[in-house]
């Protein structure tokens, strides 16, 4: 493979491509000449990726991952050209609040579960099947930190991530005797549109997640993803967990009396 043909006669699909790490993802595989299947909600964000890149490599779709019609029909309507698809990069997701489990919403943990498990669950069952028929692929789920450390107001959405890691390591077990990776893709505090959705559009408090500390960024957990998809095709990335320098571990906290 030269430096430049990684991503070359692939097809990837990205879910949540019209912001933070699926954007960036999406722009590196059609810098190196790879197809993308873009998807999101916003139909406005997909329309100026589709104008900047000017390229038949990108397919554009307004797809809500949790609306299970949208998902059959996004995969049952592809252009020829794009249904062989090699990549899934399961990536579309949100915390929604940072309340305590008594406080919080449930409408809010109702829209986690629905896009970070049934969303990617859905995604996964509808694009496996071809996956396997070709015997070949790559799919990255997005986890967290999240799913592994807990911390105070983390409630549903770190469950939804530790979801997504084990939903990883079952997949390759029933993978076994397949040319398909599947990778837990779990970072840490990047700075992304994350912390806005969390925060209910609230720049100031998003902006306080970040301050004074050098997080990921967006291109970082792509070019992450890339060194995947450069390793020869039977390596498999079972768990990575990134985070940037300036993030670590606190001890366990306790509570006294006095
Ligand atoms: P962004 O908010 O920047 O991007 C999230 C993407 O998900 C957007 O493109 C959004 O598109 C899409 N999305 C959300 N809900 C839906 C839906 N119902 N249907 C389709 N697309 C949807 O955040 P990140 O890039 O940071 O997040 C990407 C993933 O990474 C998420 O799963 C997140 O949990 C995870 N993550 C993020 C970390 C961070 O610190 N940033 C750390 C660890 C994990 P649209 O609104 O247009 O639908
Ligand atoms: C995003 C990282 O620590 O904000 O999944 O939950 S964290």
Redesign the pocket.
């Given at each position: 493979m030269t430096e430049n043909s990684w991503a070359k006669g692939r097809i990837a699909f990205i879910?949540?491509?019209?912001?933070?790490?699926?954007?960036?993802l999406a722009r590196r595989i059609l810098a190196a000449g790879g197809k993308v299947i873009a998807?999101?909600?916003?139909?406005d964000?997909?329309a100026a990726f589709a104008a900047e890149a000017a390229t038949p490599n990108l397919l554009t779709l307004q797809?809500?991952?949790?609306?299970p019609t949208e998902i059959t029909a996004a995969i049952a309507n592809l252009p020829p050209a794009f249904q062989a698809i090699d990549i899934l990069f399961?990536?579309?997701?949100?915390?929604l609040g940072i309340k305590g489990a008594h406080e919080a919403s449930l409408q809010d943990w109702d829209?986690m579960i629905?896009?970070?498990i049934s969303?990617?669950v859905h995604l996964t069952h509808a694009i496996l099947p071809g996956m396997v028929s070709r015997n070949r692929g790559d799919i990255i789920n997005?986890?967290?930190?999240?799913g592994s450390y807990p911390y105070p107001g983390g409630n549903v959405?770190g469950a939804?991530?530790a979801f997504?890691h084990q939903f990883s390591l079952n997949l390759r077990a029933d993978l076994l005797g397949k040319n398909i990776r599947v990778t837990s893709?779990?970072?840490?505090?990047?700075?992304?549109?994350?912390?806005?959705?969390r925060f209910a559009g609230d720049k100031a408090a998003a902006a306080k997640?970040y301050a004074s500390a050098k997080?990921?960024s967006?291109d970082d957990?792509a070019l992450t993803i890339e060194g995947f998809l450069r390793l020869p095709s039977h390596i498999n990335v079972n768990t990575i967990e990134i985070m940037p320098v300036c993030q670590a571990f606190s001890p366990f906290a306790v509570h006294r009396e006095n």
């Open positions: 879910s949540g491509a019209t912001s933070g790490f699926g954007h960036a998807t999101g909600r916003r139909a964000r997909l797809l809500d991952v949790t609306k399961n990536n579309a997701g949100l915390a829209t629905a896009t970070n969303g990617l997005v986890g967290s930190v999240a959405y939804t991530k997504v893709f779990e970072p840490g505090m990047c700075e992304t549109e994350f912390s806005e959705v997640v997080p990921l967006a957990v």
